[in-house]
Each structure stands twice: as C-alpha cells, then as structure tokens.
C-alpha cells in the first residue's frame, strides 16, 4: 500500500476537527469528502475508513504510542501506529519519526486482555456497561466497534420492493434483503444513494432496520390521529405515514425547528400531506388541555444516550458524559409524563429509544408504570441487540391505556 501524503494530511485534519475541536463527525466527514472531486473512490475509502476507525479505537491508539494528551502531534501517530498495526510500511516522514514499530506490536497485544482498553471506551462506561449489561456487555461494545449496515427503508406510498430492486440493479448498486423488515433492503455499495433520481423523488428512505421496527408496533390503521412527541427529522414519522396509507393526521412535535423544517422537505418529498409539525414549546397547557384523550397512538422515540448506534457515530462516546445520562434518565420519564394523557383510554402509546441501557429501556417503562397503576399496561416490549443481529441497537415497549 502506498501513503499519500495530501490523503494523511485530510485525515488529520478531520481528526483534529472532531477530537481536538469537537465538530460533528458524520458532518465533519461529508464537508470534506465534497471538498475534493478529484479524489477517487479509493481515496475517499482511504480517508472515510481512518478517520472513523481512529474514532472508534482512539483510546487504544493512546496506549499503543503512550500518550496522555492528544494534540495535533498525537493524531499523526496515532494514524502512523494504525498503519504500522495493519503490515503498512510507513514513510520517512517527521510526523511518523517518535514511532517505535516493535513497542507500538507490543502495547496492542498487551491492549488485547484489557477491554476498555482493547474497545477504546472511558473507564466510567465500561463500568456502567457492565453493571447494566453484564456479561452481555462485552459482546455488545464489541459489536459497537464494527462498521455499521447501510440500509434503505422502501416508500410504500410511491413505491414496492420490486420497483426498487429494478432500479437498485440498473444502477448497479449491490443490495441484499432481510426478514426483520418487510420494507428494507441492506446496501452493499459504496454509494451516495441521495444522489438518484429514485431518491429525490421520495421512493425509498434511508434507514437502520432497527429503526424500521419502530412505527410497525404501534400498530396504526387508516384515519387515526397519531402524535410524534420526539419526531425529529421524520425518519420513523415517514413510515408511520406509510403504514396508514396516508389516511388520517399525524402530529410532530419536536424542541428543534431545524429538525422539524427537515422533516417538512421530507414529508413533502415522501408524499406524506397527512403530516402537521409542532415545536414543543408551543404545547402549552391550553394546547395540551385540547390534546388530552386525542391520540388513537403517541410515538415517543425519546432522547436517549444514543449507545446501541456508537458504530454511526463513534465520537459520541467521547462526548458522553455518565451526568448527561443521569439527566437524561429524568427527560424520558417527564416527555412520558407529559404525553400519557394525550392518549385516547384503549389507545397505543410506543416507547422506544436507540440504547442498550435497561436504565433508558426496561426500568424506565416499569417506573412509568408504576407511576400509573391500574390506568397503563405494558403489552409487548423488545430490545434489538446489535451483536445478536447487526444492527443498530434499540429498545421498543408498547403501552395501553386502560382508561
């Protein structure tokens, strides 16, 4: 394999970008890769893949080169000590010269017999994970630290799977299929599916099967009132509209505008007319009072800690903090508080969130209820395991209100 030097340059940009200063990195990566058009699809393989992985094993790259503080110096060797560890034959380069090939080999291998070293994760995670999980936990953070599936959700209102098979394969995009998801297909290509005509016209949208699993539980029919209290961009609004063929209303609510005007441009894009958006702080009690026993079904994809996607988004974990968690913890059970009401008595309400926590998932919706003996009960709950299936981890639990 041979460096080149403008490609290890982008890399550490990046990483300085996101480690140093804190940027996004999905955002951080995209910016950079539209940056440059002259790099091929080997290059921006190259630059991609680095970038993430030095992400995801940034602490084990600390422990193979010794460093207690990471600065600009840091993030060349920890990129140098990746090569060396993958048999690549590093270049005499000044940034590659405090490297010792032999104690980088010797460090890993020691780095191998201690997990938080070995899956890169801060202390206080690993023992958090532990003590929620168990033994599960390591099997777990290890499925987190692989590269995630990429997948399409099909758009039933303009579209089937056969169509989209048709036209994935006069595009020459690999794709393969699942069971968990009646709409989704696994795409083995390296490629920007946003730029197809069959994207921009609302036929398919990205996203995780587990995602998928979401809507399908609250089990909706044509012409009911549906509130989305956490809707987000839309992506598990979009199917919701779907599964009720675009018959009834759907109200999202989301604290974030930007989120809310994305959604706007999707749901237009989807073909989705039966989507109103709300920002939260206009629920006030007057708006809440119109709203109680409204909803034949309330979706309530909460804000989470976000850790069954650590394999999207690997920086997060050096962001988390166990007191944001802990805070956390408190807003899924008020946004639970707060939106019970709305809920018609004999109605669904669905919990769900993107950890693999029992503290955000299970122990949550048995507080909640708890909380309302005799008027909720819990129907069905699941947990997706990303090292069982693959895929993203999620917990989901139906509720109903008995009166």
């Given at each position: 394999m041979k460096l080149h030097r403008n490609l290890c340059v982008a890399v550490v940009t990046a990483l300085k970008d996101i480690l140093l200063e804190k940027k996004q990195a999905d955002l951080t990566v995209e910016h950079l890769l539209q940056s440059n058009k002259s790099w091929g699809s080997r290059d921006r393989n190259?630059?991609?893949?680095?970038?993430?992985?030095?992400?995801?094993?940034?602490r084990l790259y600390e422990f193979c080169c010794n460093e207690e503080t990471w600065g600009e110096s840091s993030l060349w060797r920890a990129l140098g000590a990746k090569l060396i560890l993958e048999g690549v034959e590093l270049l005499g380069w000044p940034e590659f010269s405090e490297l010792n090939k032999e104690e980088i080999i010797k460090r890993a291998a020691e780095a191998s017999g201690i997990r938080k070293i070995r899956e890169s994760i801060p202390d206080w995670l690993d023992k958090l994970g532990e003590k929620e999980l168990g033994v599960n936990w390591e099997k777990e953070i290890t499925a987190l630290n692989t590269q995630a599936k990429f997948s399409i959700r099909v758009n039933t209102l303009k579209s089937n799977k056969s169509v989209i098979k048709i036209l994935f394969t006069e595009e020459g995009i690999d794709f393969s299929e699942t069971d968990l998801a009646p709409d989704a297909l696994i795409i083995n290509s390296r490629k920007n599916l946003?730029?197809?005509?069959?994207?921009?016209?609302?036929?398919f949208e990205v996203q995780d099967i587990s995602s998928q699993l979401v809507a399908p539980m609250l089990q909706v029919e044509p012409g009911m009132n549906v509130?989305?209290?956490?809707?987000?961009?839309?992506?598990?609004?979009?199917?919701?509209?779907?599964?009720?063929?675009?018959?009834?209303?759907?109200?999202?609510?989301?604290?974030?505008?930007?989120?809310?005007?994305?959604?706007?441009?999707?749901?237009?894009?989807?073909?989705?007319?039966?989507?109103?958006?709300?920002?939260?702080?206009?629920?006030?009690?007057?708006?809440?009072?119109?709203?109680?026993?409204?909803?034949?079904?309330?979706?309530?994809?909460?804000?989470?800690?976000?850790?069954?996607?650590?394999?999207?988004?690997?920086?997060?974990?050096?962001?988390?903090?166990?007191?944001?968690?802990?805070?956390?913890?408190?807003?899924?059970?008020?946004?639970?508080?707060?939106?019970?009401?709305?809920?018609?008595?004999?109605?669904?309400?669905?919990?769900?969130?993107?950890?693999?926590?029992?503290?955000?998932?299970?122990i949550q919706v048995r507080n909640f209820i708890e909380r309302n003996k005799d008027r909720f009960e819990l129907m069905v709950e699941r947990r997706i395991s990303p090292a069982d299936t693959g895929f993203d981890g999620f917990y989901m639990a139906r509720i109903k209100r008995l009166f």
């Open positions: 190259f630059i991609a893949g680095n970038i993430y992985h030095i992400i995801r094993y940034k946003r730029n197809l005509a069959s994207y921009k016209t609302g036929l509130i989305d209290g956490c809707a987000g961009a839309g992506g598990k609004t979009l199917h919701v509209a779907a599964l009720m063929q675009n018959e009834g209303e759907i109200l999202a609510v989301d604290i974030n505008p930007r989120k809310l005007e994305e959604l706007q441009k999707r749901a237009v894009r989807a073909g989705c007319p039966i989507i109103k958006e709300m920002e939260a702080a206009k629920l006030t009690n007057h708006f809440q009072a119109r709203l109680s026993a409204f909803a034949d079904r309330i979706l309530l994809d909460v804000p989470c800690s976000g850790l069954g996607v650590l394999r999207r988004k690997p920086d997060a974990k050096w962001s988390l903090t166990a007191l944001f968690i802990e805070e956390l913890k408190k807003t899924q059970a008020e946004i639970l508080d707060e939106y019970a009401p709305m809920l018609k008595p004999g109605g669904f309400m669905v919990y769900s969130t993107c950890s693999i926590l029992p503290a955000e998932n299970e």
